[in-house]
């Protein structure tokens, strides 16, 4: 399925490049000029640096040398191994790769024809929901030694890697804004997939095998589907980052994981059977370098047990510069976080084993009338919305004083319905003030994956911004007939993190039914835009919910207005089975006024959890609600029972247990349901 690309700023590689040709000139890159202004905004450069093209600083330079491959990843001097490890992760896959290095075979050198060469290259970017064609041309900062300052590969006329880190520097606004980062972002910007990262208790996976064994049958099941999979040790609060342990590995720096295995080895000495079982991990370091002194390392002893031609039958090979295998319970004694990056559908034919995704864009953003105001500054919050979480090393969770707590009641106080940044759940007043978008589950449960994503600030971070707003999400379970905006909170189904990081992600199983995400930053009034993703292995799709109340047909529009507004909670059916019989399979249906809701079948159940929940928009308030009860049968269903119900216009939450009539099961017995209702006159209170 083709995507559509976008030029960045505008920059056409065709065009440009065709210009460059027909004057006989090399490429100068007027967004991304070979000065200081591209490459660092705080610090100095370093003394004796100088631009090159290629062909200055080796005789025959190439974009591939013997192809793409992890050992071409060298960090360099910036402290973008987050990048670097994501790109190594890249290399390993060239179905995505091609995709970033796009028509990578005509960009390459042609020696013997230099006339077609024009210093001109162009790699492709997944932002905000696009792809974007980033231009660049050729002159990369040179060292006084006459060293590629930034990255490079191990084959010194290789330019592929260096050009590749040049193109994302421009995207985020030069070099240095590349300093710090989180391999999340990257995994996301180079494949459009969704990042999710995956804290690691290692006090309670070294004491359970378990656990081990579960955790490590998640990364060999997500590695088979194609995702990319990075790790990383939290520096704990007063140890530096980037310091080394005594095993070799380095705090707070990013490692790729290349390869998951499963092996037997053979014991010695030999006892029946025969055979041990390892789980095992392949890693590689983005500096190049095979830190890992402990067992698997690459002097170890282990590996005096087996020859090479046993490595390899079992496929536990080190295959690039930088690479090393670890026992994975080795891998959980220190590592404390793994980035996932899962892979969506992108063709028709995608196995429905794969992620399938539904977006949509959205903004928070002050009532259409009000006031200018500044919005909180972000960046120096840290809590979740309701109650403390472990800290991601790709953001800060956030915490509210009660200076800010005054803050946010004076912001409060300024909304209105019409505002779309009321803030996270704490802010019961304006929390509702969100925008909302509304999904629904159709199977008995679905696996669901919602990421939040805003817009990127890296770039700002040249003129003293960049600091990502403190965001997260709320997952509301709503009525199965719901089409307008939520007006009460009634059950929460999931709840995210709050973070400042570019994108916060949520992972569950839900059961059938009808939800509402509510997108929100921590605080009220902070505004920006943002993109809601949502994937599943189904087709389930996202739609923004605009208006207040249910818009009227074209029917409804000759019949009274609505007078009240009621909601049904069906909790559930009792004493529906006949005695020394098989229980029948039923569902219920509620009618009110024309419109029905009607729940799914519940196979021989006489005590079925409906847990169904409906809201009418009624015109007649005298007339009754019906709550019916059907048996399926092989011709036709059968009705078992009715219940009626009247509701009072003002009345929250009034419990009752009604036996049902008319139908009667074949023994007799009536049974009954157990209802909960809520009407109110204001139409906007439920």
Known sequence: MLEAVNDFKGQSFDKLRRSCLRRGALFKDPLFPA????????????????????????????LFVDGISTRDLHQGSLGNCWMVA??????????????????HMDQEWNPKRSDLYAGIFHFRFWRFGHWVDVVVDDRLPVSQDGVLLFCRSATPREFWSALLEK??????GCYEALEGGNTAEALID????????????????????????????????????????????????????????????????????????????????????????????RMRNPWGTTDWKG????????????????????????????????????????????????????????????????????????????????????????GSAQALSNIRPEGKKIRESSQEGTKRRDVTEE????????????????????????????NEEEEVLICLQQEDRRVLKKNGGGENLPIGFEVLKVEANRCSRVQLVVEQAASSIYMDSRSVTLRGTLASGRYVVLPTTFLPGDTGHFLLRLFSHSRVQLRELKEELPTPSLFQCFLPQPAVVTTIHLRRASGLKPPKQTAPDVYAVVRCEGDAVRTRVFKEDGNPEFNLRAIFYRRY??????????????????????????????ERSRSLVIDLRRGRSRSGSRGCVHVETSTSACLTDL
């Open 35 to 62: 000065t200081n202004q591209s490459l660092f905004y705080k610090r100095a450069p370093p003394p004796g640096l100088t631009w090159k093209r290629p062909r200055q600083i080796c005789r025959d330079p190439r």
């Open 86 to 103: 994501a790109i190594s992760c890249l290399a390993s896959e060239p179905s995505l790769w091609k995709k970033v290095i796009p028509n």
């Open 167 to 172: 193109a994302y520097a421009k995207l985020n």
């Open 190 to 281: 180079f494949t459009g997939g969704v990042s999710e990262p995956l804290s690691l208790d290692c006090e309670a996976l070294s004491l359970s095998s378990e656990r081990r064994k579960a955790l490590f049958q998640t990364l060999a099941k997500v590695h088979e589907h194609k995702s990319l999979i990075t790790c990383s040790i939290r520096p704990a609060e007063g140890e530096t980052v980037e310091s080394v342990l005594d095993c070799g590995l380095v705090r707070g720096h990013a490692y790729g994981i290349t390869a998951v295995r499963k092996v037997r080895l053979a014991e010695n000495p030999p006892r029946t059977g025969g055979t041990s079982r390892l789980f095992m991990v």
């Open 295 to 382: 067992a698997w390392s690459q002097r170890s002893e282990q590996w005096q047990q087996l020859s090479r031609a046993e490595r390899e039958k079992m496929g536990i090979v080190v295959r690039d510069v930088g690479e090393f295998w670890m026992d994975f319970q080795h891998f959980c004694c220190y590592f404390t976080d793994v980035v996932v990056c899962r892979l969506v559908q992108r063709t028709l034919l995608w196995p429905s084993s794969h992620w399938r995704e539904t977006q949509s864009y959205g903004e928070w953003a002050p009532s259409p009338d009000a006031p200018g105001t500044a919005p909180l500054s972000a960046g120096k919050y840290s």
């Open 415 to 442: 909304m209105d319905r019409r505002s779309r940044c009321g803030g996270c759940i704490n802010h019961r007043d304006s929390f509702l003030h969100n925008p909302q978008f509304m999904f629904e589950v159709q």
């Open 621 to 650: 308030p005298d007339d009754n609600i019906s709550v019916e009860l059907w048996s399926t049968g092989p011709l036709w269903d059968s009705l078992l029972g009715t219940a009626r119900l009247q509701t009072t216009e003002s």
